[in-house]
C-alpha cells in the first residue's frame, strides 16, 4: 500500500505541474509562439539565376571619418556577412581577400585597376570597395557608407526573367571595348548611405530590419539596435548593400531598354 501511495502522489504531482504549466500557457499566450516569429526581409540580386550564383568579394574599408575609434575590418566583415546573405551571390569571406592582398603586396584598394587587379586574383565576379564616412556610436547612433561594385558590365548582365538572352548576347557583343574599359575606368555602380538614428525614416526602416531578427517580447523590441553599435552595423551594412542592389536594379532595367531599343 506505501509504494501504491507514493506512486499515486507522484502522479498527483506530476498532474498538477502539468495543469499549472498549462494554465501560465494560456495566461500569457505560450500556445501563440509561432504566431509571433516571422521571417526577415531577404535581399535579392537582379541577375539571372540560370546562370548560378555570382561570386562576390569585399576589400578593406577604408576610415575617412577622421576618428581612429572604429574599427574597420569589423565594419567590413558587417558588410560581407550582409553580401552573403543575398540572394543570387556568394561571398568571398574577408580574410580570404586579406590574404590574397599581402600576397600582391597591397595595402589597400584606391583605383579601379587596383580593384580589377585583386578581384582577378581571387576569381571574384565583382569588388565591393567603400569607406566608412561617418561614426557616432553614441545614442542616438550614426553610420556612413559609401560602396563602389567593381566589375565587367557584361558579368553582371540579366535580370530575373525579365530580358531575352539573345538580346543580352547582342548587346554584350556591341559593347564589349567599352565594357573592358568601364572596368577598369569606372565601378558600375555606387551607393551612399549617412544613416542617423534621430531620422525617422531611417527608424522605420530599422524596424522593418529588426522583424524576424529582434525579440519582440524584450523590453526593447526592435530598438534594441539602436543600443548596440555592433547591431546598428549590422542594419547600416544590409542597408548599404540593399541600396547597391537598388541601383543594380536601375542599371540593369536601363540595359534591359537598351536591349530591346536595338531590335
Known sequence: ???????????????????????????????????????PRVLTAPYD????????AVAPLRNETGTSAIDALAVTDALAHAVEQVRG???????????????????????????K???QAMGADALIVG???????????????TLALHADPGVLVGTRGELDARKLTRLSTEYDDAAR????????????D?????????????????????DT?????WKIYTASMELYTQFAAYHAVRTLLDQEWVRLARVGEAARASD
Request: hydrophobic share 45%; net charge negative; with cysteine.
Open 181 to 192: 574599359s568601364r572596368y577598369v575606368g569606372a565601378p558600375v555602380t555606387i551607393a551612399s
Open 1 to 39: 500500500m506505501k509504494g501504491t501511495d507514493a506512486m499515486t502522489s507522484a502522479q498527483l504531482h506530476l498532474i498538477l505541474a502539468l495543469a499549472a504549466s498549462a494554465l501560465v500557457c494560456v495566461l500569457v499566450g505560450c500556445g501563440d509562439e509561432r504566431a509571433r516569429l516571422s521571417n
Open 194 to 214: 549617412v544613416l542617423d538614428a534621430r531620422d525617422h525614416g531611417v527608424l522605420l526602416d530599422l524596424q522593418a530590419y529588426a522583424q524576424g531578427r529582434s
Open 131 to 145: 569607406s566608412i564616412t561617418a561614426w557616432d556610436p553614441y545614442d542616438p547612433p550614426t553610420i556612413g557608407l
Open 49 to 56: 539565376p540560370e546562370a548560378g550564383e555570382l561570386l562576390w
Open 117 to 119: 587587379r585583386l578581384a
Open 217 to 221: 517580447e524584450s523590453a526593447l523590441g
Open 89 to 115: 551571390v556568394r561571398t568571398i569571406p574577408v580574410n580570404r581577400t586579406l590574404e590574397t592582398m599581402r600576397t600582391l603586396d597591397m595595402r589597400g584598394v584606391s583605383t579601379p585597376a587596383e580593384a
